[in-house]
């Protein structure tokens, strides 16, 4: 299999919960999408236009020279290829901006909101790795820079807010450069072990700290399967999985009668008699 990979999913997503990463990438079965608050989306799309066809050193003296000359571009990379496995995996996603260094290389650069910290950076090397990877080794056809010298994340903190009169006011804050180390041999490893999890078996779903897995026990009622004091053979069952996704099911009724469905459904079918 040629798994399809997003480099914002190598960040939260895999992290906060390897059962809805795995649903996600192998199953085509998202979280029900939350966009981001719309002022985080407007300051970014304000940044990147600020900041388009500067020179690095009016900005960020920590970068060597150059100039923003690309932003919001697509990236897939090749399929990486494993000696040990027989799945597969691309890269496939959107980086924010990039500048080309006078020296002819380039920098891969996004912008973030909020307080910064080195778990923060960290997690969000992954997804910059992801971008260099995907540039300097695209599919036919793809956008292809190299080689990618520089990445970092350009933090915006926000830390004053001044009323200029006639109805405007005035966000500021500090902008700081926060240097992420190239280490492609830690993030082949980290993808090795991306596609490991995902050729296994699914992960057990993870109610007590992902919102999401708690929200589908809850609605189908996995936490008191059994009906106190009900003789009912059926309100003792124990709720299956599912055969195709390996999720939770729910109880259904067909032209044929009573089924077990999965609670994916539409996104999955699969089922199970009652």
Request: charged share 20%; hydrophobic share 35%; aromatic share 10%.
């Amino acid at each position: 299999m040629n798994y399809r990979l997003s480099p914002s999913d190598l960040t939260f997503l895999y992290d906060g919960c390897k059962h809805c990463f795995v649903l996600k990438v192998k199953h085509g079965i998202p979280q029900p999408s939350i966009p981001l608050p719309g002022v985080f989306s407007t300051i970014a799309n304000l940044q990147k236009n600020h900041y388009s066809g500067k020179r690095t050193e009016e900005f960020c003296p920590s970068l060597p020279p150059g100039v923003v000359t690309l932003g919001e571009k697509r990236v897939q990379s090749a399929p990486i290829k494993f000696d040990d496995l027989e799945s597969t995996c691309f890269i496939a996603g959107r980086f924010d901006v990039v500048a080309e260094l006078d020296d002819g290389s380039f920098a891969v650069m996004d912008f973030k909101t909020g307080n910064p910290s080195d778990d923060k950076v960290g997690m969000y090397g992954r997804q910059l790795h992801a971008y260099a990877i995907s540039l300097e080794n695209p599919a036919e056809g793809a956008l292809k820079l190299s080689p990618i010298s520089r990445m970092g994340l350009l933090y915006f903190t926000p830390d004053s807010c001044e009323y200029t009169g006639n109805d405007c006011q005035v966000l500021g804050g500090r902008m700081s450069w926060h240097e992420v180390k190239r280490d492609d041999a830690a993030f082949h490893k980290f993808l090795h072990e991306v596609i490991a999890l995902l050729d296994g078996p699914l992960p057990a779903a993870e109610p007590e700290t992902c919102d999401w897995c708690s929200y589908r026990s809850e609605i189908i009622g996995v936490s008191d399967t059994a009906k106190k004091g009900s003789n009912d053979p059926k309100s003792q069952a124990i709720v299956p999985s599912c055969p195709l996704c390996g999720d939770l099911m729910k109880q259904r009724t067909g032209k044929f009668g009573a089924f077990w469905g999965c609670v994916n459904y539409p996104n999955c079918r699969g089922t199970r008699q009652a």
